[in-house]
């Protein structure tokens, strides 16, 4: 049956890289991806499937029912894209300015639909219920997938699959990690509030620019010096904004960052000891702040034995060459929540462009994939569900 399967899905890669790049040239950012869905859930509707628009948001979740009893598998794929614009020279770019695919969400869909269909035409073969998540606004918290799951994208799942195309690996790897692999990612704004004054009278004032440069300075101790070399974390500060004319000592300073961790406890400290800096740092020099931290994503940690079972799945697989195990990625992605609820497994399938000097990192402007990892994507994913399927339809 899974050979079957895997030739279907080869004779509809063409149909997977047409829908790809269809969304690419029509992205949408996060929070906004009504036209997105909507192409989402009329590809649904015209095949028949049962599907759901609007959940939890812009959210869309189809179920093809096999014919047969068995678990309920759930496969996810984002569609949100970012606020970059795209510099690509392909006849596929972005028509939208300042927004393209810049993380491989539109892969991840045609991936995801193309799938769809095929397991539709073969319904008669599943032994239970498949779940298409189609999330929103993975790029931005809150997320998507949160109000996904209290809109009841999960009810009655037992288990979920999820992967991602992964430009910085070859085409034919596959990436996993039992237990923490990607990491909580929170945010902290905070802003200085000295004195101002004119360029050539420093002393009358208190300079917001100094005390920030100082701020910056004193957070890289905390992960140097506070937290145990051994738990990994991160401290950010990605934009500092303190514009005034040449010859003007700032009245404030904006400062935001991130922060990524994997334990609880690490990120709960790190959150504590940013305040003890900045109020120190501040009290020194006679100004006030106001800081905020802001919890966003909790870290994806894998289940053991769906991890497992993902790996065995993917050594069946044409098209995968290797398998290994990824180190821990600082990213953050909300699939997270997904697993905090049912048991499952995030994975990363390979798909650096060919040519190496087309590889460009997540998020960059001439970012872009190759394409033939959206079919090994395909297969593992319907490997993984049709053999999860199978295993314990009896159980």
Known sequence: MIDHLFTSL?????????????????P????????????IYNFYQKLGV?????????GVVATIKGDNSGPTVALRADFDALPIQDEKDVPYKSTVPGVMHACGHDGHTATLLVLA?????????????IVFIHQHAEEYAPGGA???????????VDVIFGTHLWATEPVGKIQYRVGPFMAAADRFELTINGKGGHGAQPHKTKDAIVIGSQVVANLQQIVSRKVDPIQPAVVTV??????????????????????????????????EEIEKVVSGTCSMSGA???????????????????TMFLIKAAQQVPGVELIEESPQQMGGEDFAYYLQHVKGTFFFTGAM?????????????????????????????CKAAIQYQLEYSSS
Do not use: W
Not at 146 to 156: A, F, N, T
Not at 362 to 372: A, G, L, Q, T, W
């Open 238 to 271: 990605g934009s500092f904004v303190a514009e005034n004319a040449f010859n003007i000592i700032a009245d404030t300073a904006q400062l935001i960052g991130t922060v990524r961790t994997f334990e609880e406890d690490v990120r709960k400290q790190i959150e």
């Open 50 to 58: 049962d599907v759901r628009a609007n959940v939890g948001g812009n």
């Open 353 to 381: 462009p060919a040519n190496d000097t087309d590889a460009y990192p997540h998020h960059h402007p001439k970012f872009d994939i190759d394409e033939r990892a959206l079919l090994i994507a395909a297969k593992t994913l």
């Open 10 to 26: 080869d004779n509809h890669f063409s149909e997977m890289v047409k829908i790809r790049r269809y969304l690419h040239m029509h």
């Open 146 to 156: 949160k109000s996904m799951i209290e809109d009841g994208c999960l009810d009655g």
């Open 117 to 129: 269909k095929v397991l539709f035409n073969h319904r008669h073969l599943l032994n239970g219920n």
């Open 288 to 306: 006030t702040y106001d800081y905020q931290f802001v919890r966003g994503y909790p870290a994806v940690v894998n289940h053991l034995d769906e």
């Open 28 to 39: 949408e950012v996060s929070f906004k991806e009504v036209k997105t869905a909507k192409y």
